[in-house]
């Protein structure tokens, strides 16, 4: 079997972006008391110039660091594990070198770190599953947010050789082997807190990470899959949708004022967020209704303004802007084969100063196209609104 690594830096990169649940966005929680990572899967490294956390799958390339066994990706949960290289203590024969090949010292020898959300606070029991296949390379020490606690330092295995093996035991002196179930952290409060691994003895390989508040549980096989978060797709925009950099908007509903502004009257059509003419009373068809908005003292300034209409199948309106009865735009919708098309009309460097008024009119029109009724409907003279850039 051919032996395979990659640097680091280079792995997490390239194996968020192909081989692994995580992906860009998602994050660890907590969910439903438990907390499962895949150990590839860690954020960050510190402190490893002389030993480094590798990932290993089955698509990472050679090496040629100390190292007494071969990969064991094959069983390991997301086809990955990590394993802490070089092992130049394998087995009790090779010379023991602290703070090189073993450290007692937690958090000073190879710390990765594993943000998590929890939303639960309390008493978390962890388990690592673990591939060992000699006696000096079946250690290593937890922690939480920088900070080392004794409940948390040397969790050991010793049964379970040459498989992986899940392990939640304390290394103590009247048992090397480990008490079962004693490793935990106290997490203090609601909120995100980091979960960190650091070296006790090179070899040490890790696939997976389970945390857990019920102290009974004991995870088997490749046990749950991880808890990523799912982020949903964030709300999309549906309207004014070519406006992407502004100042103000006047929305033609909420901003205007229709009533006495004209001879006919304007209604709100608010499914489309739309000012309109009821052109089904022949009286409004043909005729501009008016739509004003009082300019603030806040809001005086030059400004590129964007009148934003709808298109309609049955008619291309027209449209007026004016300032103080002075007309600055007048524009007529294009053609369309889509109802409700935003056209966006531009008017460059208008002056604004309190207490002018800004007309917005348009009329009901029909193009002869659409038949109805025994004649041809009429597009409504529809608008969404008047959109302020202030001028650069
Ligand atoms: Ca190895
Ligand atoms: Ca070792
Ligand atoms: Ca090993
Ligand atoms: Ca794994």
Redesign the pocket.
Known sequence: MKLVLCYLPIVIASFIASTTHASAGQVYHEKSGFVVIEAENFSTQHLDDKRRWLVFSKNTPGHNLADADQAHYHDASNGAYIEILP????NHHETLVRSE?FTNNAGTMAVLSYPIYFATPGRYYIWARAYST?S??NGVHLGINGHWPESAQRLQLCKGKHAWTWSSAQRVNTNHCGTPNTIYVDIPHKGVHTIMVSMR???FELDKLLLTKDKSYIPAGKDKSETLSNSKPLKKKTQLLKITDYTRILHAIDSFTIENTGEIPYYQHKAESALAINAVKTAYRNKFAHAEYTVQAKEAGTYTLRLVTLAEIDGESTYIVSINNKEIGRFTNPETTTDYQEIYFNMQDVELTKGDIIRVSSKAVTNGKIPENGGTAFARGRWRALVLSKSD
């Open positions: 092992d130049t203590r394998s090949n000699g000096e390379d003895e090179d070899g």
